[in-house]
C-alpha cells in the first residue's frame, strides 16, 4: 500500500487504470449476481438478516461478558488465552510464542487481522519466514502486493499478470495461463510447506463463548491444513468475534457465505474445540488464541459508532460500492477498504491520518441495503464526515476530530448559513446574483475540470414561480 | 489477571447501560421433509458442489469399492481402524486398505505422499446446505478428510438433518464438542484467479458421499 502518496494521487491513479478497473469491474457484477441469485425470496432474506443482526448485536452488548466466559471455555479446552491491546503488543506475544517453540517456518491461512497488525512485515523483520496459504493471498505474497478485496484478494490482477508472477517465482514449472494448471502447480509447492511448517496461525470467524469453539469458514482447505498439520496452532481475532452459543452459528454461516460470495456454504466450516487430545494422532500439539483490541474497545464505548463491531466481515458492503468499484481496494490505502473500511479504519487510526477517506461514499445507501448484519453504513460515515470537520462529544473516543477543518471553507459555511438563515438578506443576494450573472467565472479551480461551469439564471426560482402565477411560492 | 485484559474489559465495561438486548433468532423452520426427501435434496446440493453421490444400502459398500476403486485407479485407501475391521475381509487383495493407526508424525510422509483416497464415517449431513458432518477422532483422525486425493464419506441415511441447528440440537453438541468438527459441502476449491472455479486447490480433488441404506 502506498501511504505516502495522497488519497488524491492514488485515486487519480485508480481511475487513470483501465485494467484495473475492468478486472474490478467484472468481478463486482459477478459476485453481486451470485449474492442475488442466493436470496431470490425477500421474506427469508428479511427474517435472515434480522437473526443474524439481532445475534450481532447481543454479541456487542455483552461483549465484556462474553469474552470472559470465552476465555474460560478455551482455557478449559487447553487452549491458551492471551490479550492485546495494541497490534504491537499482538505481534509480540505471536513472536514469543513461536519463538519458545522455536518455530521458524510458518504457514498463515487467510486472516484480515493478520493484516491489521502487519504480522507478515513483523515475523520477517524477526527473520521468521511466513507463507501465505489462500491462494490469492499466495499470490497477493508472491508479487509483493496487499490484498486488494477482504475476501478475493487478488481480484485486481488478471490471470495474465498472475501467470507472469507465477513463472517469475517459479520457473521449474512451465508457463501457463491456465486457473486448473496454475492451482494444481499451487497445490504442490504448498502441501511440503504445510507438512514442514513448525507453526500455523489463522484468524477466526466466529468464537463460541458457551463452548470455547473457534470457526473457520473457507473454501480451499489451507485454513484447515494450518491448523491441524503443524505442532502449533496460533488463532487471532478480533475481540468483537465471539457469539454467545453454537446456536448463533447456523444463521451467521448462513448468511456470511451467500453474501460473501453467493454460496450456498462454503465447502469447509471448520469448528476448533481444542488441540490433539491425548488419544488422538493428529491436530496442533498446542494452541494459543490472541484476543485483539487495536482500537475496538474504543469503538465499543462510542455508543453512536458501535455498531461497527456487529461486522462479519463479508465484503458484500465492498462488492456493490460504486466508489470501490471504479477504484479498487489499493486506492483506499487501508486493510479494510469499502464502505466497511472507511467507517472502522478512521475510528482505529484517527481522523488526522484517515479523515480524508470518508469522502469516499456517495451516500447511494446500497452497502446498508446489504449488510447482512445491518449495519447503517451511509449513516455511520456521515457521522464521521461531520466529526472530520467539527465536533466534541467524539474527541473522546476518536483522534483528530475536527482536524480537517478548513478556515476557508468553514468561513464560506459559515457565510451560507447566514444568508440563508436571513429572509430579507437572501432576496437581496438573489437579486444581486441573478444581475451580476455575467460576471461568473470561466473557471474554478478543479471543479470546472470534468464540468461545465453554469451561470446563474436571470431569474431566480422565486421570481419565476410568481411569473407562473403560483401563490404561495 | 494480565494488564491488557484488565484494560480492555474495563473499557467495554464502561458502556454496558443500556438494558441487555433480547436476542431474537427465527431458527430455520422445519420442514417436515422425510428421509427420502432429504436423501434427494443432499444428494443434488452436494452434486452441485461437484461431489459424487450414491445411495445403497449398506451391505454393498465393499462390493461398490471393490468394483469402483480400480475404475479410478485407486491403489490404497486409507481407513480409521473400526471402519477397517469391518471392511477388509470383503476387500479385494488389489486394494491396499491402510490404517491410520500412527501419530500424525510418523505417519505424515507417507500421508501426503502415498495415500491415494481415504474413507471415513460421518456424525451426519444436512439437507438444505449439502453437507456431511464429520466429528474427527482418534479412530478417524482430522487429515484423513483433508490429505488425500479422494475422500470417500459413508452417511448413514438415518442420520440426515434438515439444518445445521436441528443437527446440533438433536445431537446435544453444545455438551460435548470434540476437538474439531467438520462440515463439508464437496471437493476442496478457489475462484481466487479471475473468480474462475478450480477444483482440488489445497483439499481432496474428489469428494464422493455414499448414503447408506438399511
Known amino acids: 500500500m502506498d501511504q505516502a502518496k495522497s488519497l488524491e494521487s492514488r485515486v487519480g491513479d485508480a481511475l487513470g487504470n483501465e485494467q484495473l478497473q475492468s478486472n474490478f469491474r467484472s468481478a463486482m457484477d459477478y459476485l453481486v449476481e451470485k449474492r442475488s ?30 469474552l470472559v466466559k470465552l476465555e474460560e471455555s478455551l482455557i478449559n479446552n487447553n487452549i491458551q488465552v492471551h490479550w492485546a491491546e495494541t497490534d504491537i503488543e499482538a505481534n509480540n506475544i505471536i513472536y514469543q510464542i513461536l519463538d519458545e517453540a522455536n518455530a521458524k517456518k510458518v504457514v498463515k491461512g487467510k486472516s484480515m487481522v493478520t493484516e491489521e497488525i502487519e504480522l507478515n512485515e513483523f515475523l520477517d523483520s524477526k527473520n521468521i519466514e511466513i507463507l501465505e496459504t489462500d491462494l490469492g493471498e499466495f499470490l497477493v505474497q508472491l508479487a509483493n502486493e496487499k490484498p486488494s478485496h477482504i475476501v478475493m484478494p487478488a481480484i485486481h490482477k488478471s490471470r495474465r499478470e498472475i501467470s507472469k508472477v507465477f513463472s517469475d517465482h517459479f520457473p521449474d514449472f512451465p508457463y501457463t495461463e491456465d486457473v486448473d494448471l496454475i492451482t494444481q502447480q499451487a497445490r504442490k509447492i504448498l502441501r511440503d510447506r504445510f507438512r514442514e511448517a513448525d507453526a500455523g496461525i489463522s484468524g477466526v470467524n466466529f468464537a463460541v463463548a458457551e463452548t470455547g469453539t473457534l470457526c473457520l469458514v473457507e473454501n480451499e482447505g489451507n485454513g484447515r491444513m494450518c491448523t491441524t498439520t503443524p505442532p502449533l496452532h496460533i488463532a487471532v481475532a478480533g475481540i468483537e468475534k465471539v457469539v454467545e452459543s453454537l446456536s448463533d452459528l447456523p444463521p451467521l454461516l448462513d448468511i456470511l457465505t451467500k453474501s460473501a460470495t453467493g454460496q450456498e456454504i462454503t465447502t469447509y466450516f471448520n469448528m476448533i474445540s481444542s488441540p490433539r487430545r491425548h488419544d488422538e494422532k493428529d491436530g496442533p500439539l498446542s494452541m494459543h488464541v490472541v484476543l485483539l483490541d487495536n482500537g475496538r474497545s474504543k469503538i465499543h464505548q462510542n455508543t453512536e459508532m458501535q455498531e461497527t463491531l456487529k461486522c462479519i466481515r463479508c465484503g458484500s458492503c465492498i462488492n456493490h460500492c460504486p466508489v470501490y468499484t471504479q477504484l479498487g481496494g489499493h486506492a483506499y490505502g487501508t486493510v479494510y477498504p469499502g464502505p466497511i473500511g472507511i467507517t472502522l479504519e478512521p475510528q482505529q487510526k484517527g481522523i488526522s491520518m484517515l479523515g480524508d477517506l470518508t469522502s469516499l461514499c456517495t451516500m447511494c445507501g446500497a452497502c446498508a441495503e446489504v449488510c447482512p448484519v445491518q449495519i447503517p453504513l451511509p449513516k455511520l460515515i456521515n457521522r464521521l464526515r461531520s466529526e472530520t470537520v467539527e465536533g466534541d462529544y467524539m474527541k473522546q473516543f476518536i483522534e483528530g476530530v475536527g482536524s480537517q477543518r478548513k478556515p476557508m471553507e468553514s468561513f464560506t459555511w459559515q457565510i451560507w448559513k447566514y444568508i440563508y438563515g436571513n429572509s430579507a438578506l437572501y432576496s437581496i443576494c438573489s437579486a444581486v446574483i441573478t444581475k451580476l450573472r455575467f460576471l461568473a467565472p470561466k473557471r474554478i479551480g478543479g471543479w470546472s475540470k470534468y464540468r461545465v461551469i453554469q451561470k446563474p439564471s436571470r431569474s431566480s426560482l422565486k421570481q419565476l414561480a410568481k411569473q407562473a402565477g403560483i401563490k404561495n411560492e | ?73 485407486v491403489k490404497n485407501i486409507l481407513s480409521g481402524t473400526s471402519l477397517a475391521k469391518e471392511i477388509s475381509q470383503k ?52 487429515l484423513m478428510s483433508l ?68
Do not use: C
Open chain 1, 37 to 66: 441469485e442466493k436470496f431470490q425470496d425477500e421474506d427469508s432474506l428479511i427474517s435472515l438478516r434480522d437473526s443474524a443482526s439481532s445475534i450481532r448485536d447481543n454479541s456487542i452488548s455483552n461483549l465484556p461478558k462474553l
Open chain 2, 91 to 142: 476387500l479385494s487383495s488389489t486394494i491396499e486398505l491402510v490404517e491410520y493407526d500412527n501419530s500424525y508424525e510418523s505417519f505424515s510422509k507417507q500421508l501426503f505422499n502415498e495415500i491415494e483416497a481415504s474413507i471415513t464415517r460421518t456424525v451426519g449431513a444436512i439437507a438444505d446446505s449439502g453437507s456431511i458432518v464429520l466429528k474427527p477422532s482418534a479412530d478417524e483422525p482430522r
Open chain 2, 1 to 73: 489477571m494480565s494488564k491488557s485484559k484488565h484494560i480492555i474489559l474495563e473499557k467495554l465495561k464502561s458502556k454496558i447501560h443500556h438494558s441487555e438486548l433480547e436476542k431474537e433468532i427465527s431458527l430455520a423452520t422445519l420442514n417436515g421433509w422425510t428421509k427420502k426427501d432429504m436423501t434427494q435434496i443432499l444428494s443434488d446440493k452436494l452434486k452441485l458442489s461437484k461431489a459424487e453421490v450414491f445411495v445403497m444400502p449398506n451391505k454393498e459398500l465393499a462390493s461398490w469399492l471393490n468394483e469402483e476403486l480400480p475404475k479410478r485407479k
Open chain 2, 147 to 214: 490429505v488425500p486425493n479422494t475422500h470417500i464419506a459413508l452417511v448413514e441415511q438415518s442420520s440426515i438433518f434438515e439444518n445445521f441447528g436441528q443437527i446440533m440440537s438433536d445431537q446435544s453438541w453444545s455438551l460435548n464438542m470434540p476437538s474439531n468438527a467438520l462440515l463439508i459441502s464437496g471437493p476442496s476449491k478457489t475462484a481466487d484467479i479471475e473468480q474462475v472455479l478450480a477444483y482440488g486447490v489445497h483439499g481432496p480433488k474428489e469428494l464422493i458421499v455414499l448414503i447408506l441404506t438399511p
